[in-house]
C-alpha cells in the first residue's frame, strides 16, 4: 500500500481534521498500514466474527426525566448558548 | 503513619478512630506538593474539597454515623473519566474548559463508599498512547527514575499510587493501558472483563474493548476496589447483569493445584532478557505455590496488534467524530467561519497520535478497503477468542510478562509509532478476547527498573485471578520507591 499527500489529505477530509502537517503523516500511516497487510496473510479456518445478541424484553419505560446537575440545566454547560440554542458558525 | 500502607488497613484504622483521616490527607497533598513538579502524575488537584471531605469524614467516624466501605480512602482517578465539578480533560485542548456536568457510575461509586477523590490524572490523549508522552500538559514521568516512561495510557494513575501521591487510582484499560503504567511503576492494575464495570462517564475510545480498572500497591486494595465498582448499571446496558463475587473474601485461597499456562507467544524472542529471566523466576515461584505450569500456545496471538489496532483506530475514528467544539471545548470564537471550515480547523488541534489513528480508522473504514483490513480484524479476534476459550478447558489461568521489555526513556520511541504498538503484544489479547488480566509487581532490573508479571483469567474469574496475584504478591519482596 502506497500512501501520497493526496490520500492523507482525503482522509483529513474524511475525518474533518485541518491537517497542519500532512507530510509527517504519509511515511507513518503507509508503514502502519503495511503492517495491517499482514491481517490479508491470515488462514482462517472460519469466516465467524465476534457477535453478542442481547434480547430487550424489560426495557424501561419510556418516561420523561429533566435533567440537571447541581440544580442547573443541561444548557447552562454549553459554552455558547443562547436562550435554549447553540450558536453555530454559518452553514452556507 | 507513612503514606505506603494498604487501604485494608488504613481504613480499618480510620473505623476504629485510631487514625485522623484530615491528617492523613493533608500528609498526602503535602506529599503531592513536594514530588509533584519532578513526577507531573496529576492534571487537576482538589486540595480544599479534599481537606473539607476529610474533615467530614472525620466527624461523622466521631459521631458514630455509617459511613462507606472506603471511608476517607485518597484516590486519584484517570482524567477521561467524568467528574462533576471538576474539569475533565483527557489531556485534550480539545476539551480545555469542560467541567462535566454529571459524575461517571464508577466515580459516583467511590463518592457513595465516602472516597476522597484527590484530582485527576494524567493520561495520554484521549487514552491512545503507551507513555503518556501523548498528553497535551506534557509527560508523566516514572518515580523509579524520572528520566523513564511510566507507561500508559493510564500513567498518572501509575505514578500517583506508586510515588505515594494516592492510595489507589481509577484508570481505563483499552489495551493494557492499566496494566502498562502498573508494571512500569511496580504497583498492580486490574483489567477487568469486558462488562464487569460499567463505562458509563468514560469518555469513549475503543467501545468495545476498553474497561474502567482499579490501580493500587496491593492487591487486596484491589479486590476492595473492585467490590464497590463492579456490577450492573442501567446506564451501560454493556454490563452484565450477573451479581459479582466478593473479590475481598478468601482472597488468600492460594493457588495449590492450579494449572497455569505460560502463553507461548508472549514470552518468545521479543522479550529483554531481564524481562525474560524474571518470567522464569514467577514460573518457578508459581510452582514453589503449589501450582501446575504448562506452556499454552495461542497462535492467533501473531496478528494481535494488527488487529487491535485496526479495531482501535476504526473505533476511534468513529467516536472522536464527536467533537466539534461548538457546545464545549477551548475557547475559539466561530464568527466569520462557514461550518465545515470552522470544525475542519478546531479539530486540527487534536494531537499527532489521535490525530494519525483518526486517519488510520477513516482509511480501514472506507469503502473498498472494509474486507480487507476491518472485516480481518474481526475474524482474528474470533479467532484469538476461540482459542482462548479453549485453552481455558486445560488450564486455570494464563501468566506472562505484562511488558516484553523494561522501561524505556522518555523521548526514545516517540517518532516511530508502529514500535510502540508492537510493545502492546502480551496485553492487548486480554482486550480482544474480553477477559480480565492483572499486572503484579514482581522484580526489580539490574538498573533499577520494575518488572511486572500478567495474570490473565477467563471472563467472570477474577476472583480466582486476585487469589493468584495475591499469591505471587505475598511471595514477592520489592524495595520500595525510591523518590
Do not use: F, S, T
Given at each position: 500500500m502506497m500512501v501520497d499527500r493526496k490520500e492523507i489529505a482525503h482522509l483529513g477530509d474524511l475525518v474533518k481534521v485541518d491537517l497542519k502537517d500532512p507530510e509527517k503523516y504519509i511515511a507513518q500511516v503507509e508503514q502502519i498500514l503495511n503492517y495491517f497487510e499482514g491481517l490479508d496473510k491470515v488462514d482462517f479456518k472460519s469466516e465467524k466474527t465476534l457477535r453478542n445478541e442481547i434480547q430487550y424484553d424489560d426495557l424501561r419505560e419510556d418516561k420523561y426525566e429533566k435533567f440537571s446537575s447541581d440544580g442547573r440545566p443541561l444548557v447552562d454547560f454549553l459554552k455558547k448558548a443562547q436562550d435554549n440554542f447553540v450558536r453555530a458558525p454559518k452553514m452556507i | 503513619m507513612s503514606l505506603d500502607i494498604s487501604a485494608t488497613e488504613y481504613l480499618s484504622l480510620v473505623r476504629e478512630g485510631g487514625l485522623s483521616v484530615e491528617e492523613f490527607v493533608a500528609k498526602t497533598l503535602e506529599r503531592i506538593a513536594k514530588v509533584e513538579d519532578r513526577l507531573h502524575a496529576f492534571i487537576t488537584i482538589d486540595s480544599q474539597k479534599s481537606a473539607e471531605r476529610a474533615r467530614a469524614i472525620d466527624k461523622k467516624i466521631k459521631a458514630g454515623e455509617r459511613t462507606g466501605v472506603l471511608a476517607g480512602m485518597p484516590v486519584s482517578v484517570k482524567d477521561n473519566i467524568c467528574s462533576t465539578g471538576m474539569r475533565t480533560t483527557c489531556a485534550s485542548k480539545m476539551l480545555e474548559g469542560f467541567v462535566p456536568p454529571y459524575d461517571a457510575t464508577v466515580v459516583s461509586r467511590l463518592k457513595a463508599e465516602d472516597?476522597?477523590?484527590?484530582g485527576k490524572v494524567n493520561l495520554d490523549e484521549f487514552a491512545m498512547g503507551s507513555t503518556t508522552e501523548f498528553s497535551c500538559f506534557g509527560p508523566s514521568r516514572n518515580p523509579w527514575n524520572t528520566d523513564y516512561v511510566p507507561g500508559g495510557s493510564s500513567g498518572g494513575s501509575g505514578v500517583s499510587v506508586s510515588a505515594l501521591e494516592c492510595m489507589a487510582s481509577l484508570g481505563s484499560d483499552t489495551g493494557g493501558s492499566v496494566r502498562s503504567p502498573a508494571s512500569f511503576c511496580s504497583v498492580v492494575g486490574l483489567k477487568p472483563t469486558y462488562g464487569l464495570v460499567s463505562r458509563y462517564g468514560l469518555v469513549s475510545y475503543s467501545n468495545s474493548i476498553e474497561q474502567v480498572g482499579p490501580v493500587a500497591r496491593r492487591v487486596e486494595d484491589i479486590a476492595l476496589l473492585m467490590n464497590v465498582i463492579a456490577g450492573h448499571d442501567p446506564h451501560d446496558d454493556t454490563t452484565a447483569k450477573r451479581k459479582p463475587d466478593d473479590?475481598?473474601?478468601?482472597?488468600?485461597?492460594?493457588?495449590?493445584?492450579k494449572r497455569i499456562g505460560l502463553v507461548k507467544q508472549m514470552a518468545g524472542e521479543g522479550l529483554e532478557k531481564e524481562v525474560s529471566s524474571a518470567t522464569e523466576a514467577a514460573l518457578a515461584r508459581l510452582q514453589d505455590l503449589g501450582a501446575e505450569c504448562v506452556t499454552v500456545s495461542l497462535d492467533a496471538i501473531e496478528h494481535s496488534v494488527a488487529a487491535y489496532y485496526t479495531i482501535a483506530s476504526a473505533e476511534a475514528s468513529s467516536n472522536l467524530a464527536r467533537y466539534d467544539n461548538l457546545r464545549y471545548g477551548f475557547d475559539f470564537g466561530n464568527e466569520g467561519y462557514e461550518f465545515k471550515a470552522y470544525v475542519s480547523k478546531v479539530r486540527g488541534n487534536f494531537g499527532p497520535e489521535v490525530t494519525r489513528r483518526m486517519l488510520l480508522g477513516a482509511f480501514v473504514l472506507s469503502a473498498g478497503y472494509y474486507g480487507k483490513y476491518y472485516l480481518k480484524a474481526q475474524q482474528v479476534r474470533a479467532m484469538i477468542k476461540s482459542q482462548i476459550d479453549d485453552a481455558f478447558k486445560t488450564v486455570d489461568l494464563l501468566v506472562s510478562p505484562t511488558m516484553p521489555i523494561l522501561p524505556y526513556k522518555i523521548g526514545e520511541k516517540i517518532d516511530d509509532p508502529l514500535k510502540l504498538y508492537l510493545l502492546d503484544i502480551n496485553t492487548i489479547t486480554a482486550n480482544l478476547a474480553g477477559i480480565p488480566a492483572i499486572s503484579v509487581p514482581f522484580a526489580i532490573s539490574s538498573a533499577g527498573l520494575p518488572i511486572g508479571m500478567q495474570l490473565l483469567a477467563n471472563s467472570f474469574e477474577e476472583k480466582a485471578l486476585l487469589q493468584a496475584a495475591f499469591s505471587l504478591q505475598q511471595s514477592t519482596r520489592l524495595p520500595g520507591v525510591p523518590i
Open positions: - | 472516597a476522597i477523590i484527590l473479590y475481598v473474601q478468601d482472597l488468600d485461597a492460594g493457588i495449590k493445584g
